[in-house]
Structure formats: structure tokens, C-alpha cells
């Protein structure tokens, strides 16, 4: 057998991938086609045929209300008769590697074999739930604002979009190309929620008709910049209800707002967990200093984060002042300690007490520097909407 190599994909073995993901998955993975484009293709080879693999798409993600550049990876895969031998952590370096050359650093990841990732290095920052619900009990609770409703998508949509999602800690800055990918893919249809002089929602949703009688509502993408416009969207989805008996929102798709809890007339969601999207941070200082920081706050940290290696620890100054942040290292002692995982989960607000990182398994002496330490990122609740 001959030895594995790693590469960049040229045309022949984008096609080989292709082949070998459909084998590998059961079925057809169209992103690796209608990503071609726009995404970095790493695999491993041995004798010339391809035997792993996937995509890395070099995005920002917003933190803190500012991008930061992310390596999102996508579509991997090993050949089953090369499994148990460790390649998927060696094709996963791989992968990263070409992405943090162009800047990532940090890089997100959605794979049910959470156990995985977590053994390089990625942790869940929050649960993600798909939401179901009666289109019936929508259009009982929701009463219609007065909002102007249009059909199709604009311009001016991706400035909305933009805006909302520098309000929570993990969307992505969707480039030129994610609405026509999305739209393409999902056969999604858009509206549009204005308010007197200003886009207010946006709405994305697909709809597949059912063997018998009506058709399935999945929404996609749901966005609104206040409670009048969110009620505005839930009522629009309740008027479906001759053709729907009930309305999804895919994975991740609602915001965790206590929305449909304050308001439904009877709470009848059923709601299903999906395997989370994961975080890692690829450069500790560079993703302290690209994220954003409560402009009001003023502190200096020291702490201790796990190694890159995993063998010990280094020990590091925070200094939060003006919004901005630095991490330097310093030979003092640390009063709060980060495994590199748990230091994902405080990156990305994930830990929104103290009683809830202490559970974890972060480790304190100092309960006002833990404290401190979960305020500099939980004025931003975790949150990523975006399917990749």
C-alpha cells in the first residue's frame, strides 16, 4: 500500500472527491459542486486515488460586533476502507493549514462526530434546536403589525442581514456569493418586512408540497430588528395555515429569543436537537485581538490557557480597555484556567454565569476574575444561523 499524500485539488481530483463523497455519504453532496468556486479543496491520496477529503471556506464570523476571520470546514469525508487509522485528523490539519495561511483565526466546524472534534480541539458553545410548530397556533398568537410585505430578494437585504448579525457571536459575513448559493440550493423563496422608511425583517423559506394534501414550510432564514417586526414574521407564517398544518424552523434558524414561549396561546413546540456547530481557536492572540469588547469595559486578566499541544499551559496577560483587547504573555500567576476547548465556549459567550464555567471544569481561585473574565463576552448571546 502506498504512502498518503496531501494536496490541493486540481480539476481531476475535484472530480475523484466528488466520487468519493458519494460513496462515503450515500448520496450526493451537491455543495461540492456548487462551491467549487468558492472553496478550498484539501485531500489525501494514495496511489493516485483519492481517499479523503473536504471543503474550507474562508469567512469571517462576527464576535463581539466585529469579523473575525474564520476557517469553516465543510463536506469531509473518509474512504470507509481507510477508516481507524487516524486520517481524518491528519486530513483536518491539512485542511486548516492552506486557510490559516490566508489569515483564519479561528475555524468552525458542524459534524455529528462531535467526540472528533473535540478531541482536536473544538467545543460546542451552545445547543442548536430545530423548532416546530402549528401554523394554526402561529396565527392565533401573532397578530400582523402592518408591515409592508414584499416578494424577493434585494440588496438592501444583505445590509440587513449584516447588521443583525453583528448582535450575536457566531453568524457569518455572508460574502457576495452565500444568497445565491442558498437560494440556488434551497429553492428558497424571500420576503421582505418594511417598516415606514426602512427594511425592518427578512424572511426565507422553502416549500416542498406533501404526498396527500398541502405542502411542508421550512424556514431558513429569519431575521427582524425588533419585537413588532418578530411578531409581524411569526403571524405571516401563521397565514399559511390553509396549505401547512405546520411551520419548521431548520436548525438554528430562530434566534434563541423567549419569543414563541411569552406569547403562544399554547405552547405545543416540539423542538429536536441536532448536532451543534463546534468553535476552536486556531491563534489565541490574534482571535483576542480581532474579536470586539464591551466598550465600557476596563481590565486586566491574568490567566492561563492549555497549551497548543495539550501537555501544559501558558500563561498570559488580558487586557480589555476601549473596546479592544491584547493577550501577552507574562510570567505571573494565573487566576483562571482555560483548557483550549473551554477557552472556545468563553470566545464565543457560551459560559453566560460563573456556576456555568465552574461546571465545566473551569478552574478559579478567584471567583471576581471568573466573573469578569464571562462579562467581557456575554454581551453577545452564541448564535450561527449559517449552514455550511
Known amino acids: 500500500m502506498g504512502e498518503l499524500s496531501f494536496t490541493a485539488a486540481d480539476d481531476d481530483l475535484w472530480q475523484q472527491y466528488d466520487q468519493l463523497a458519494t460513496r462515503s455519504y450515500g448520496h450526493t453532496v451537491n455543495d461540492i459542486t456548487h462551491l467549487r468556486h468558492h472553496a478550498d479543496l484539501q485531500v489525501a491520496t494514495r496511489d493516485g486515488r483519492v481517499v479523503a477529503g473536504g471543503l474550507g471556506l474562508l ?41 490559516q495561511e490566508q489569515g483564519a483565526v479561528i475555524s468552525t466546524i458542524s459534524t455529528s462526530s462531535n467526540g472528533y472534534a473535540r478531541r482536536m480541539g473544538w467545543e460546542a458553545p451552545a445547543p442548536v434546536f430545530a423548532w416546530t410548530v402549528t401554523a394554526d397556533d402561529l396565527k392565533q398568537s401573532f397578530t400582523d403589525t402592518g408591515l409592508d410585505i414584499e416578494y424577493g430578494h434585494t440588496p ?120 451543534p456547530w463546534m468553535l476552536r481557536i486556531l491563534d489565541v492572540p490574534a482571535a483576542i485581538s480581532a474579536r470586539g469588547w464591551p466598550p465600557d469595559l476596563d481590565a486586566t486578566l491574568p490567566i492561563a490557557i492549555e497549551n497548543s499541544t ?43 454565569t460563573v456556576t456555568a464555567a465552574q461546571m465545566s471544569g473551569v478552574l478559579t481561585e478567584h471567583v471576581k476574575t471568573l466573573t469578569t473574565l464571562i462579562q467581557a463576552t456575554t454581551d453577545h448571546e452564541p448564535w450561527l444561523p449559517d449552514h455550511f
Open 59 to 99: 469567512v469571517d464570523q462576527f464576535f463581539g460586533g466585529q469579523p473575525v476571520p474564520s476557517a469553516c470546514l465543510a463536506a469531509g469525508c473518509v474512504a470507509p476502507e481507510e477508516r481507524g487509522e487516524h486520517l481524518a485528523t491528519r486530513m483536518t490539519a491539512a485542511r486548516l493549514r492552506p486557510l
Open 156 to 275: 438592501e437585504i444583505e445590509d440587513l442581514q449584516r447588521d443583525l448579525a453583528r448582535q450575536w457571536n457566531g453568524p457569518v459575513q455572508r460574502p457576495a456569493w452565500w444568497a445565491p448559493w442558498k437560494d440556488s440550493k434551497g429553492n428558497l423563496t424571500t420576503y421582505r418586512f418594511h417598516a415606514p422608511g426602512r427594511l425592518a425583517g427578512v424572511l426565507s423559506l422553502a416549500m416542498n408540497r406533501r404526498e396527500r394534501h398541502g405542502m411542508n414550510l421550512t424556514v431558513h432564514d429569519f431575521w427582524a430588528t425588533d419585537p413588532d417586526t418578530t411578531a409581524a414574521l411569526l403571524a405571516f407564517l401563521g397565514r399559511h395555515n390553509t396549505r401547512a398544518e405546520t411551520i419548521e424552523f431548520r436548525r438554528g434558524a430562530l434566534p434563541p429569543l423567549p419569543t414563541l414561549l411569552h406569547h403562544l396561546h399554547r405552547h405545543r413546540v416540539q423542538a429536536q436537537a441536532w448536532h
Open 310 to 352: 495539550g501537555d501544559g499551559i501558558d500563561r498570559y496577560l488580558l487586557q480589555i480597555a476601549g473596546g479592544k483587547a491584547d493577550l501577552t504573555p507574562t510570567a505571573a500567576s494565573s487566576q483562571v484556567t482555560l483548557t483550549r476547548r473551554q477557552l472556545a465556549v468563553w470566545y464565543a459567550g457560551g459560559y453566560r
